[in-house]
């Protein structure tokens, strides 16, 4: 089955303490990307890439880090995470910019 | 910078009548366009795309839409709401030139009611 998947699906955290979303993708597409959807704001994109280690800054970027070390991976590092940056996160890969998206079930993040 | 306008924040209709969401967008060149939706708790679902060819395209779940440039537009349309299609709908305009990005509007939320 096609599929994105992001672990974890829930996590609280405190200010400050490093923390790795995974994302891994099973259709060996090129382009994966990261937003995170706020009430009202709709969802930002925070990094993509194109490929393997190739990525570039979305809207948001800021307090994040990604890498591509493989085709079907794609973290998301938070090394000092803010409450500001408690969100919902979703993880996307697609062919590329052009093609249907497939997302991953999100992952709620609190930053106490 | 490519952006993407869903004018309505909330829209209420009754099963079984007509839809209509819009959405404006901003890009210089060919936009790539896109529909998601969203159900409570769940990851997006694209409906439909438009890149080129036949102005109005159909998507799954019985939605279509139409491309118009002149407007920049890309309104959502659906002829008869079912109880089900209650979720929150989602524009996005996808960029191919240099960087490939995409960009989403701030999404509308549909409530059907009975």
């Known amino acids: 089955e096609a599929q994105v998947t992001q672990n974890p699906r829930y996590l609280i955290t405190v200010t400050g303490k490093k923390l790795t979303v995974t994302c891994s993708q099973n259709?060996?597409?090129?382009?994966m990307s990261w937003y995170r959807q706020d009430p009202g704001l709709g969802l930002r994109q925070i990094y993509y890439?194109?490929?393997?280690?190739?990525?570039d800054k979305g809207d948001v970027p800021e307090g994040y880090k990604v890498s591509r070390k493989e085709k079907r991976n794609f973290p998301l590092i938070l090394e000092s995470p803010s409450p500001n940056q408690t969100s919902l996160y979703f993880c996307?890969?697609?062919?590329?910019?052009?093609?249907?998206?497939?997302f991953g079930q999100g992952t709620r993040l609190t930053v106490v | 910078a490519q952006s993407v306008t869903q004018p309505d924040i909330h829209i209420t209709v009754s099963e079984g009548a007509s839809l209509e969401l819009r959405c404006n967008y901003s890009?210089?060149?060919?936009?790539?366009l896109f529909w998601y939706v969203q159900s409570p708790g769940q990851g997006l679902q694209l409906l439909l795309k438009?890149?080129?060819?036949?102005?109005l395209v159909q998507g799954i779940k019985g939605f279509e839409a139409e491309f118009k440039r002149s407007q920049s537009s890309f309104n959502l349309r659906k002829p008869s709401v079912h109880w089900s299609d209650a979720a929150e709908y989602f524009c996005?305009?996808?960029?191919?030139?240099?960087?490939?990005?995409?960009?989403f509007g701030k999404g509308t939320k549909l409530t059907v009611n009975p």
């Open positions: 996307a890969s697609s062919e590329d910019v052009r093609t249907e998206a497939f």
């Open positions: 890009y210089g060149a060919t936009p790539y």
């Open positions: 259709m060996n597409h090129e382009y």
């Open positions: 438009y890149f080129s060819g036949d102005t």
């Open positions: 890439s194109m490929n393997v280690e190739v990525t």
């Open positions: 996005a305009v996808g960029t191919f030139s240099g960087s490939e990005k995409l960009v």
